[in-house]
């Protein structure tokens, strides 16, 4: 093209690997019997060796050593990268001293090294209930011992991971409960990623049958809502988590004899502000800190003179066990401090969650 005088812009040059979809494309979708889609999530990849071109770039090393250094997880210096890098440095003149220009033809064709199927993550969402007060959220592993013999985590991914052949998972939710906690109402939302699943395709009813499947597996927990989901839907469970209350209710212990009335004041306080220093069972996997966290309103009901039940709404991110009994003096104001006496909590249940995703299916 330089010879006849015509300029050419970078966009006029057609990559030699554009060239190549082109030419295969159409034999792979012959052969296969499928259209071929750039951007699907099933991709096949096939490794190919050819000894006799395999050292085609290395005269690039000396003009440009630092182009091509050893990189841990690298089997060869010669990476894509590291060659454009040296070609961009190296004038016309000297390339065509070192390389001829056209390249020679190949002796020999290649040969298949390795052929690898994988399927892109898909997404599963729902809500969960759990009703035992002996099951922890992920699985309880200390030292490489096991504490408790499932997990809500186990006991909802074991099925997905079946059903949809999956190699592994990634489990996440908004917030989390403890092991003695029981999460009631409409549920907590959770989402998992099912990595390199062999089957994706499932009709509402069969999701809706793998529901049923896993509540009627275990009386621990219930699922609803399960639905496929986009990578980029789960944002919206993690998004305005702080800003989002929840709803709890709690049974407390006092060490004074109390009456009704000793209890009342406390559904007259409306969005008191606490402070939180980490609570102490925490602070080995969480930074210590001072967090202020809003309780929103409290609701009182007097069962005998040292038990009531108290219903909370709170700024997400409240720890509600310290709010009670003021976990030593960390959590300021607290239950104990406002009634001028010692407070404990017996039983904690999360009544909701108000994140809105995934959408309610009507099931």
């Not at 219930?222 to 709690?250: C, F, N, P």
């Not at 976990?327 to 909590?345: C, E, H, Q, W, Y």
Request: with cysteine.
């Amino acid at each position: 093209m330089g010879k006849q005088n015509l300029s050419l812009g970078r966009n006029d040059i057609v990559q030699l690997k554009e060239a190549y979809k082109w030419i295969t494309h159409p034999l792979f979708s012959e052969e296969l019997g499928v259209p071929i889609d750039g951007k699907s999530l099933f991709e096949v990849s096939v490794i190919f060796a050819h000894p006799e071109t395999v050292e085609d770039c290395h005269f690039l090393r000396a003009i440009c050593p630092d182009c091509f250094k050893p990189a841990k997880n690298k089997q060869s210096v010669f990476t894509r990268m590291a060659v454009m890098k040296a070609l961009n440095k190296i004038k016309e003149e000297d390339f065509r001293k070192q390389f001829p220009c056209p390249p020679n033809s190949p002796k020999a064709v290649c040969t298949v090294l390795e052929i690898e199927c994988a399927h892109g993550a898909v997404f599963v969402a729902g809500r969960y209930n759990k009703y035992s007060r002996n099951l922890p959220q992920t699985p309880w592993i200390i030292d490489g011992e096991r504490k408790l013999e499932s997990s809500v985590e186990e006991l909802i991914s074991d099925h997905l991971l079946a059903v949809f052949k999956a190699e592994s998972f990634n489990f996440s939710s908004s917030g989390r409960e403890d092991v003695d906690v029981r999460t009631l109402g409409n549920g907590r939302p959770f989402a998992i990623e099912l990595v390199n699943p062999h089957r994706v395709h499932f009709t509402s009813q069969e999701i809706k049958e793998l529901q049923q499947k896993i509540n009627n597996s275990s009386n621990k927990i219930q699922v609803r809502d399960l639905q496929l989901v986009t990578r980029e839907a789960i944002g919206h469970m993690k998004e305005g988590e702080e800003e989002k209350t929840k709803s709890y209710s709690a049974l407390i212990w006092t060490n004074k004899a109390i009456q009704k009335k000793d209890i009342e004041f406390l559904n007259d306080i409306k969005d008191l502000k606490i402070d939180q220093k980490t609570p102490l069972r925490v602070l080995h996997r969480r930074p210590l800190a001072v967090r202020t966290r809003i309780i929103h309103s409290m609701e009182t009901r007097y069962v005998d003179e040292h038990h009531f039940h108290l219903y909370l709404k709170t700024q997400a991110g409240t720890y509600i066990k310290e709010f009670v009994h003021g976990d030593f003096g960390r959590t300021k104001p607290n239950v104990g401090s406002l009634m001028n006496m010692t407070a404990d909590i017996l039983e904690l249940d999360v009544e909701s969650v108000d994140v809105d995703w995934p959408p309610a299916l009507n099931d």
